[in-house]
């Protein structure tokens, strides 16, 4: 079986990448007045090509920038539209780790206004990217579910849409309008980072949802598949949308448990996306019995080696898990990946670089010997 040509490739990952001391440093002193914007632009591309030569150095077909030039792996975006700002969560979620629970109180979005999207958002930062690789760019964006999940109806103003219809249809038009830009700079492969999905398939989340937001999650999956394939809707037909599901990623913690059960059927046959980036890398995922319903034509990237320890895995390891997955979806459907980004934002890795460059060769060096 030989390597994909087209995206996701057989060994890919998600997209954020740990960011490196300079960079770290020069955030905090923008942040405090110390040096000026384009300052901290020059050192962030300077990073970017760094870890675009790592990405390449390590054999990866599809590269990204490590999101280098954001704060957090969804604010950065989301708060580029008009009218929206960033607000307490009204709710306390609850983190896990190894160690125990924590609680903590996420800030989330509210929308205070009509939606609008003043100018571009991560265009030039593709057009970047684009210049310092030879490899594929790869584009991360939230998904537009973010804008809903955490506040439900509360966290939208009602005067500006006294009818949830007319902001999801707002919502998916901006997101199109990002989409067409990013596709005239040339994106072929743009990856949606939907968390939601997965915090469905967990049942204590499940009942907050219907307690906290008012909606009931098995009617939501299929509202969120109706916004995402209107949000991906007009895409050129040569670019591959894939989706990356997640549980929660941060410093090793993580929000939800259980398999993919309960949204398996709309995840992979009403949304539209080519294909999924889905967490497996432990026991709080279920089985891969869920793959049973991906269709002809879509693939899954196995995440099976996971970002929430810097501990290495084993290949016959991963070759064992590729296999019993291969029972419920063809191996020619299949690839491998990371579970989830090294860093969700600024902060939270748990790993030094030094182990994330063991885990991405892991991934090629492993894919390289189960499908050649």
């Not at 300077?46 to 990405?55: D, F, S, T």
């Not at 054999?59 to 030039?69: K, R």
């Not at 006294?162 to 990013?182: H, K, N, S, T, V």
């Not at 891969?288 to 879509?298: A, H, S, T, V």
Request: contains cysteine.
């Amino acid at each position: 079986m030989s390597e994909r040509s087209k995206p996701p490739f057989r060994a890919d990952h998600v997209g954020s990448l740990i960011r490196t001391p300079a960079l770290v440093e020069a955030r905090a002193k923008r942040e405090a007045g110390e040096i000026t914007a384009e300052a901290l632009k020059d050192v962030q591309q300077a990073a970017i090509r760094e870890v675009v030569a790592l990405q390449e150095g390590v054999g990866l077909h599809s590269v990204t920038d490590g999101e280098y030039n954001r704060g957090g792996w969804h604010t950065d975006f989301l708060l580029s539209f008009a009218n929206v700002v960033s607000a307490p969560s009204r709710f306390a979620t609850t983190f896990h780790n190894e160690h125990g629970d924590t609680q903590r109180r996420p800030h989330m979005v509210t929308v205070q206004g009509k939606l609008a999207r003043p100018r571009p958002i991560f265009v030039d930062d593709f057009r970047f990217l684009k210049s310092v690789t030879r490899q594929t760019p790869k584009i991360t964006i939230p998904s537009p579910s973010v804008m809903h999940f955490r506040g439900g109806r509360e966290a939208i103003s009602e005067e500006a849409y006294p009818e949830m219809g007319e902001f999801y249809a707002d919502l998916a038009r901006i997101y199109r309008e990002e989409i067409a830009d990013l596709a005239l700079a040339g994106c072929r492969y743009l990856q949606i980072d939907e968390v939601n999905f997965a915090y469905l398939c967990d049942p204590k989340l499940r009942s907050q949802v219907r307690a906290d937001i008012g909606e009931d999650p098995d009617t939501l999956a299929h509202t969120y598949a109706t916004l995402l394939n209107q949000t991906i809707q007009g895409k050129p037909a040569d670019m591959v949308v894939c989706m990356h599901l997640c549980r929660g990623n941060f410093a090793g913690n993580w929000v939800a448990e259980g398999g993919y059960d309960p949204v398996a059927e709309v995840l992979f046959n009403e949304i539209k996306v080519d294909g999924y980036f889905m967490e497996y890398d432990s026991v709080r995922a279920g089985g891969f019995e869920p793959l049973r319903f991906l269709p002809k034509g879509k693939t899954v990237v196995l995440g099976l080696v996971t970002t929430k320890r810097g501990q290495i895995e084993s290949k016959d390891e991963l070759k064992r898990r590729i296999d019993e997955a291969s029972k419920f979806a063809p191996l020619e459907q299949l690839c491998l990946s990371p579970q989830c980004g090294f860093a969700s934002g600024v902060a939270g890795a748990t790993m030094g670089i030094e182990d994330e460059v063991r885990k991405l060769e892991l991934v090629v060096e492993t894919a390289r010997e189960v499908w050649g």
